[in-house]
């Protein structure tokens, strides 16, 4: 199952049985030793041991051959043979160069590719002289080892001079170097590690950040040791930081002095059983590669995200958020399952080779749309049919297409970049940072639209009660003009010799006229009451009659007629008592009534006047009129005061109405506030909101209600503040009061404030700030890409995601710049997933799972004839049967990806040096 690069632990320092120098193994001998080295790497699960050893490799080609021969050894199980079969053993050359450290050699790690031991044997170890004295050297091979330990003590056998020799054999590090340049093939095969540690390496007792930044008489030297250095033996954070240029000198100033940033890499540096693959504190050496010596160059391309040291792997993500394979069952296809790398997986193939196929199946079986809409979807019917015996298993072993996925068809982040789409994808950011936002917001406003609506509706009330209560003015007449009426009829009054009377008489006669008056009614209903008294008898009360023909019964003496007549009688009795007491309680009030007619009837005043008024009968019609407009007039107050009360109301409600239209904006910019606060700590991309006048809105209702001239209405679009908008507002309410604007298809003023006090006319304005532009102002590419950015970098969401050839919707820098830095970054938090034609998405966001797709043809062959077939690799993969004529298994990964990709080559040099000059 070919998953691409993944983490595992390399030890690539290890010593062995018989190591040259401080050989502490309990061992009884090489093969019981490699027992012990093997159990403990199937143990921890090692994938690389790099063999160490003094100047030499014979203890790493000892090991090897351990190795090569396990199926025959009886030690290990069937599944441990396995296990050893797969680890990759690297030999590793450990020397000693000049003294130029303060207080020690310093230490040189030479990682060889074992598929060249041979050219490391003959061409470099074989050229490396040390100076045995003026005209005399010893070559770096057992022979010179042996002539050195020799020449130091002479008494020595061959073994023991052997062991002296490579305890003082140095190498001159200019003349190493120059030897390994020279030879394109060694070059191309051998890493070089500068060691660091407490007691030897090219800092002595320092740190290399602290050697670095110190000056003496052999800095230059030191720098050229690590100029020349692939990379550095270093567990310590502070050196790791250093050289990848997070520490005190920038990855510029680095790369300035050093020619490129250096990986760090560590082991146990066993000396003793006890101590393999166990470096102290844990500070196991993670890499992210295949276990092969190509794998190893990667550190060199990706010396951060290809390396960790620490006692974990650095990437975690939940097994049920990562698709592990897919398992598919097509006549079509020849693969029956395909896998896919925890991290970043790109498919690559030519025209209708089945990559985007592949990834519309694997998105339509997890219930994704392929197409902004359903007739855009029409177009992907075929891949229902090829999904539908498509298996999705998790990682955590499952089998489910009900889980979540990001999908992003193609051309999608150029849909969504429309100002619709970019809004959608901005309020789904924000809910996700606070999924209450909008919910209160529209809570609050419908409140405020509520309690406006009330205010308005009384508003309107009162405005109509006010037009009936004038209409009832109208009625009555004018007050003044009631005023002066009765005036004039006072006057006449006065003319009819009626000086003796004064108003106030005339006025106490009419209230005691009026009572005489009304006294003697209720008197004459009184006297009807008692003469309808006078006729009540016991047969009005009660209706039935009592049948003389009801028998009695002889056993018992009474009879029931007899009792009835008794009751009868007594009935009659107590009507009878009633009707004296009613009678004598009416005749009562008829002498009390008759008693207040003769008080008024001899008052002096009331007969005086009523003596004068009989006199000028004229009068009297005078008086009623003066009655009839004092009653006008009295109305006329009360109705104008219930005006005035409901004139009150309505500047109560207007000022009401008024203040509740500005919440709306307050509720809007408590919401922009809230929305600015919000941190999504995505560097330099920033969500922003504003108001916005609606325009279009606003003058289509302004449009519809008036008749507004030209100017009024061009106005509208230089709106930009509630208070501009007010402004306006009392302009057109000023035009309609004083009638120099109407209103169409009869609206009335009350109308217009209902409807424009019914909306802010202001909506929220979203903007995206990235690298310092506003949405507005970016390129097409650019906003795709920051589409594609919020969707993704602002979501809390750790499913995977699946992206179909992003950059047919980003413009070239956008792909290089910016996709693949955030690739990168996001692959190590989320799985991806993407079709790609761009070869710089493929090998510069360092695609740790390559699959190549083909279909079928006259010159491009698949297994079986099948129409199409998919291979997969890392970029590091070295796997190819050259001799096949088969399309995909003749080629490397590297070579597919040049083959297909346009500019494929150019992307893998780019690769290569973008750490270095």
């Not at 050893?84 to 050699?105: G, W, Y």
């Not at 193609?410 to 924000?430: C, F, P, R, W």
């Not at 008036?706 to 230089?718: D, F, R, T």
């Not at 830095?821 to 390559?850: C, F, G, M, W």
């Amino acid at each position: 199952m070919l998953r691409g690069s993944e983490w595992g632990r390399w030890d690539l320092h290890v010593h062995t049985k018989n190591t040259a120098k401080n050989d502490q193994f309990k061992s009884r001998d090489m093969n019981e030793y490699c027992e012990i080295l093997f159990k403990k790497a199937i143990k921890k699960d090692i994938k690389v041991i790099g063999i160490t050893d003094y100047l030499n490799i014979d203890n790493y080609k000892k090991v090897l051959d351990f190795k090569e021969n396990i199926y025959t050894n009886n030690k290990f199980t069937d599944d441990e043979k396995d296990k050893v079969s797969d680890i990759f053993i690297i030999p590793n050359i450990e020397l000693r160069l000049d003294k130029i450290a303060r207080k020690s050699l310093i230490n040189i790690h030479i990682l060889f590719n074992p598929a060249f031991i041979e050219e490391v044997e003959n061409s470099l170890l074989t050229k490396i002289e040390f100076p045995i004295s003026t005209d005399l050297s010893a070559s770096l091979n057992r022979h010179g080892l042996i002539k050195l330990g020799k020449h130091r003590d002479p008494r020595l056998n061959d073994e023991e001079a052997y062991l002296e020799g490579i305890k003082h054999f140095c190498v001159d590090y200019n003349r190493l170097i120059k030897i390994i340049n020279e030879n394109k093939l060694l070059k191309e095969n051998c890493l070089v590690f500068v060691a660091n540690g407490d007691n030897d390496g090219v800092s002595g007792l320092k740190t290399h950040e602290e050697l670095l930044g110190s000056t003496s008489s052999n800095s230059e030297l030191r720098d050229s040791i690590y100029r020349q250095a692939d990379g550095i033996f270093s567990s310590q954070i502070s050196d790791r930081n250093y050289f990848l240029g997070n520490g005190k000198d920038s990855s510029g100033k680095i790369i300035d002095r050093l020619g490129f940033l250096k990986p760090c890499i560590h082991g146990s540096d066993a000396h003793t059983e006890n101590k393999l693959f166990e470096p102290d504190q844990q500070r196991y050496c993670w890499i992210k590669a295949d276990p092969t010596f190509e794998g190893l160059k990667q550190i060199l391309y990706e010396p951060e995200s290809r390396v960790h040291i620490g006692a974990t792997v650095p990437e975690f993500k939940n097994d049920y958020e990562v698709i592990d394979h897919i398992k598919l069952d097509n006549n079509d296809v020849f693969n029956k399952e395909i896998y896919f790398n925890q991290n970043l997986t790109t498919i690559i193939g030519g025209r209708s080779s089945g990559k985007s196929t592949l990834l519309q199946c694997l998105a339509k079986k997890l219930n994704k749309p392929l197409a902004e809409n359903k007739e855009s979807e029409n177009r992907f019917s075929h891949i229902k049919d090829l999904s539908s015996n498509l298996q999705i298993i998790w990682k955590d072993g499952r089998e489910d297409d009900s889980r979540r996925v990001e999908y992003f068809y193609q051309g999608h982040m150029y849909q969504k970049s429309t100002n619709k789409g970019i809004e959608d994808i901005i309020k789904e950011v924000l809910l996700q940072q606070k999924p209450d936002i909008f919910d209160k917001y529209d809570e609050a406003i419908s409140n405020i639209k509520i309690s406006n609506t009330t205010n308005l509706t009384e508003y309107s009330n009162a405005k109509e009660k006010i037009k009936a209560l004038n209409q009832s003015l109208e009625k009555l007449g004018n007050y003044n003009d009631v005023l002066s009426q009765l005036d004039k009829l006072n006057e006449k009054i006065n003319k009819l010799n009626l000086s003796e009377l004064n108003e106030h008489e005339l006025e106490y006669y009419h209230n005691k006229n009026n009572v005489l008056v009304e006294n003697n009614e209720k008197s004459e209903k009184i006297i009807s009451i008692l003469s309808k008294l006078d006729n009540l008898n016991i047969d009005d009360v009660f209706s039935f009659h009592i049948k003389q023909d009801i028998p009695s019964y002889k056993d018992i003496p009474w009879d029931l007629s007899d009792e009835i007549c008794d009751i009868r009688k007594y009935i009659e009795n107590e009507i009878n008592k009633s009707q004296k007491e009613y009678r004598k309680k009416l005749e009562s009030e008829i002498d009390r009534l008759s008693l207040l007619n003769r008080e008024i009837e001899n008052d002096a005043l009331f007969n005086r006047v009523k003596a004068l008024l009989e006199k000028s009968l004229q009068a009297t019609p005078i008086l009623t009129q003066i009655e009839k407009e004092k009653t006008k007039k009295i109305n006329i107050e009360n109705i104008n005061a219930e005006i005035a009360s409901f004139q009150r109301l309505i500047d109560e409600k207007y000022d009401n109405i008024e203040k509740t239209w500005r919440l709306m904006f307050d509720e809007l910019d408590n919401l922009i506030d809230s929305i600015n606060n919000i941190s999504l700590n995505k560097g330099q991309l920033i969500i922003s909101s504003s108001q916005e006048f609606q325009v279009i809105s606003f003058r289509g209702f302004i449009d519809q209600r008036s008749g507004l001239a030209q100017s009024l209405v061009s106005e509208i679009p230089l709106i930009k503040t509630k208070e501009e908008l007010y402004q306006f507002f009392n302009k057109i309410k000023d035009g309609l009061i004083n009638q120099s604007i109407k209103l169409r298809n009869s609206f009335s003023l009350e109308g217009f404030i209902t409807e424009f006090f019914s909306d802010s006319w202001f909506k929220l304005k979203y903007d995206v700030i990235y690298d310092g532009d506003s949405y507005n102002n970016m390129s097409q590419g650019k906003k795709a890409f920051v589409v594609l950015k919020l969707n993704l970098e602002c979501s809390d969401s750790k499913c995977p995601i699946i992206i179909d050839q992003p950059e047919d919707d980003l413009d070239n820098r956008a792909i290089y710049s910016e996709l693949v830095s955030y690739l990168k970054t996001k692959k190590s938090e989320r799985q991806i997933i993407l079709v790609t034609h761009n070869p710089n998405v493929v090998i510069n966001a360092d695609s740790e799972l390559v699959i190549v797709a083909n279909q079928h043809g006259s010159k491009s062959f698949n297994t079986n004839g099948k129409k199409f077939e998919y291979i997969s690799g890392s970029i590091e993969s070295i796997k190819a049967e050259k001799e096949s004529t088969l399309t995909l298994a003749k080629n490397t990964i590297r070579e597919h990806i040049c083959e297909i990709l346009e500019g494929g080559e150019q992307a893998f040099k780019l690769r290569e040096r973008k750490y270095s000059f």
